[in-house]
Structures are given as structure tokens and as C-alpha cells.
């Protein structure tokens, strides 16, 4: 019986330790999660990426880039990771978007049209350390160079040149000074100007609509002018052969000393006025008046109308 409470007690004092071992554990768990999760927030243990490069600023205001790849550490007080770049190709849109941009043609059309730019970051001090927002500026310097010679061509050049047009910008691109006896893009900003697409060049739908709408009416303008040309040609041939049935008839029955019979001249004309007459049918009524002691061949003619 005096052995229980000494075992009771044992019991006791094995568990509490157990207790307190285990609270220990929890504790010291959570103080070293706490602390991974305050350099993780606080990026003192960062990671540097292939093809990546960061950019750190110190306490006394200096800017260094770290391009090693791997683990670093830094100050979490006295050192502040600035921005993280990239230094893989990059792509760049004209009007800062994939969508296609208005532009006007040295004729004053407006075309639509979209390009890519393609570059690579290889001086980390001229973009990130010389330049405040590299980004913004050289989207601003690129839209200018390639609007400045996209707007200096004509609409045929813009829509059946194209090729000359990219590798003419391009080159702009690549090695012309932004400004007279300034630094170009891939001095400025330390990049490397890899390629230039021009994606397209159209004209808008409204004047796309328009250009249809003209060439439907040129064609049908053409379809009228090559059938009065027909129909003018069959008039003359036809006036020709009358000409000639006429000289033919005037020989045969013309008088003996080769003078025109001039009742044989106002019988013909009566019988072309007559037929006029005939085909005229639209309420407009036209009179012949023959006059055969008149000194032309021809008669007289009187039309009238109501």
C-alpha cells in the first residue's frame, strides 16, 4: 500500500516531463518557422536565377547588381532588393499593345498596323542604375522611331513594301541615333536589339468599304463605256454601209451627166424620218414636212413636242 503513492507520483512527473518536452518542441518549431518566414518576407536569404540578375540598394544609397547565380544573403536594414530583371529576350509591342495602331500615311490615309520588338538586356548598369524607368522610355523611343518612318511612306509602299519597310526600321532601331549626334536604343539602355516584325498593315474596315464601293463602280463605268464603244461601232459600220448602198443606187440610177437626182435623195430621207417616227414611241411626236422645190436634197424638218 505505501508503494502506490510513490508510483502515482512517478507516474505523475513522467508525464508533466513529457508535457513540457513536447511544449519545448512546439515552441522551438515555431520560433524557427517564424524566423523562415521573416527572411523569406523580408528576402535576407534571395535567390539569383539563370538569366536573371538583381538589383540591390544599400544603405548609403549605392546600386549594385548581383548576377551569381545561386543562394545570397543580405542586410534586411541596410540593404533593399530594388528590382529583379530579367535578362532573357523580351518582346516589346508598338503602341504598347498586340493590338493593331492607327497611324497616317504620308497621303494622310489612315492605316492600321502592329509590330514586336525583340531585345536583350546585357549592361545592367546603363538600364537599371543610369535609367529610373527603362521600360516606359524606351516604349516611348521605339513608337517614335517606328511611326516616324512608317508615316513617311505612301499607302502602296506601306501595303506592298513591307519587307523594305521592317528591315528599314530595324535598322533604325539597331544603329541610328535616336537624335542628331545622340546615343541610339541599344547604347541608351544597354540592350541588344535582336529582331523586328512587322505584323501587319491594313487599311481601316470604312475604307476598306469605300475602296470596294469604287472599284464596283469603275467596273461598271468600264461595262458602259465598252458598250457604247460597241454600240458607237455599230452605228458607223452601219451609216458606212448605208453611205455606200446610197453612192451604189446614185450611180445606177443617177442621171446620165453625173448630177445628184434630187428626188431620189428627198425619197430616202422621207423614209429615214419615217422610221424615226416608228421607233420614237416614248410620247414624243416628230413631223416631217417634204419639200421638194426646197434647194436642199434634204427637205425641211420641223420636230415638235408636247
Sequence with gaps: MSNEPKNKFLNRSFVNNQVRKFVTLITVC????????????????????????????????????VTDVGWHVRLPIFTRIEQEVPLMNQTLFLGESDEAMKIISKENVALWTSGVLTY????????????LAPLPLLQGDF????????????????????????????????????????????????????????????FGDKLIEATEEKKRRELIAEAENYAADQEAE??????????????????????????????LFDFLVQQKWASAYEKNQTGQNTFVIQNSKAPSPFGAEVKGGK
Design 234 to 263: 455599230r452605228i458607223r459600220k452601219l451609216y458606212t454601209a448605208y453611205l455606200e448602198s446610197i453612192r451604189s443606187l446614185q450611180a445606177t440610177l443617177g442621171n446620165p451627166d453625173g448630177s445628184e437626182n434630187g428626188m
Design 120 to 131: 536583350r538586356i546585357y549592361d545592367l548598369d546603363k538600364w537599371a542604375i543610369e535609367n
Design 30 to 65: 515555431g520560433l524557427l518557422y517564424g524566423l523562415a518566414a521573416v527572411v523569406y518576407a523580408t528576402k535576407t536569404l534571395y535567390k539569383v536565377k539563370l538569366n536573371y540578375a538583381v538589383v540591390l540598394e544599400e544603405f548609403g544609397g549605392n546600386r549594385r547588381a
Design 143 to 202: 513608337d517614335g522611331i517606328a511611326k516616324d518612318i512608317l508615316q513617311a511612306h505612301t499607302v502602296d509602299r506601306l501595303i506592298s513594301g513591307r519587307e523594305k519597310i521592317k528591315e528599314k526600321i530595324f535598322t533604325a532601331l539597331k544603329s541610328r541615333p535616336i537624335n542628331k549626334g545622340g546615343p541610339t536604343l541599344e547604347k541608351k539602355y544597354g540592350i541588344e536589339v535582336v529582331s523586328f516584325v512587322l505584323k501587319e498593315t491594313r
